[in-house]
């Protein structure tokens, strides 16, 4: 693994030094040699979309970050049917510590960059670094806080309001780099009419017409079907009723 000794002399590995989850996610509870112990134990690599990277009731032996992309997690009933419950976005963690098994699916909505490293590595680090385990527990507080939100967006919005929060989700988490005070924003869906159908709980055809309707008001412009330019992000929130 190659260490970066020619610019700084905390020793961050390459690996780490321009990565999110190293700034804003979990990584960030790390002292330097403790990154570079996880860098060794680390490999990135790139899932396509559609791929599962965690079946339900699966066994976790590997946690990761995610770098890029998003990520589909979904709930199986026991006759098939399946429930988009919620996205991952960078710097996300994906998996769930203290926990043998998986409750959930998680499959690569778009093509997704990960930082794999393996479960024991990390459940040794959280027993020498209590600030690790502080940062998972922050992590999981802010997901049962946004688990919550999207509670009300799905029991009191309207159909207009709900495609509108749709949009200012994937507006705020596609790109961990953007400048939250541009109001200018551009983006690919990151799922199907059919999926956000789904994780809306409307028809595809009413997610069709709302899109429509965003786009005849000049809210957003969309190209071939899936390429989002959101000109002012205060009109689109406007439109989400927050």
């Given amino acids: ?49 559609g791929e599962e990277l965690i079946g339900d009731a699966e066994r976790i032996d590997v946690y990761s970050n995610v770098l890029s992309g ?16 919620g996205l991952q976005f960078a710097p996300d963690f994906l998996g769930r510590p203290f926990r043998k098994e998986s409750s ?3 499959e690569a909505a778009t093509d997704v960059s990960l930082c794999s490293f393996p479960k024991a590595t990390m459940d ?23 688990a ?17 929060s749709f949009l200012m989700l994937i507006a705020r988490n596609i790109d961990p780099s953007r400048d939250p005070e541009r109001r200018a924003v551009t983006f690919d869906l990151p799922l ?33 079907n899936r390429h989002v330019f959101v000109d002012d992000i205060r009109r689109l929130e406007a439109r989400a009723g927050n």
């Fill in 1 to 49: 693994m190659e260490l970066r000794k020619d610019i700084h002399s905390d020793g961050i590995p390459l690996l780490c030094e321009s990565c999110q989850a190293r700034h804003r996610g979990v990584c960030g509870a790390l002292e330097p040699e403790q990154l570079i112990a996880l860098a060794k134990a680390s490999h990135k690599h790139v899932v396509k979309e």
């Fill in 70 to 85: 998003v990520v589909k997690l979904t709930k199986t009933l026991s006759d098939g049917r399946q429930q988009i419950v």
């Fill in 104 to 106: 959930i699916n998680a």
């Fill in 124 to 146: 040794r680090m959280m027993q020498e670094q209590p600030g690790l385990e502080h940062r998972l527990l922050q992590q999981a507080l802010i997901e049962l806080d946004d």
């Fill in 148 to 164: 919550r939100d999207w509670m009300v967006t799905l029991g009191r919005k309207t159909a207009a309001e709900k495609v509108a």
């Fill in 192 to 224: 199907t009419r059919a999926d956000i159908a789904d994780f809306l709980g409307l028809t595809i055809e009413t997610v069709s017409r709302q899109l429509t309707r965003l786009r005849t008001d000049n809210v957003i412009r969309i190209e071939n």
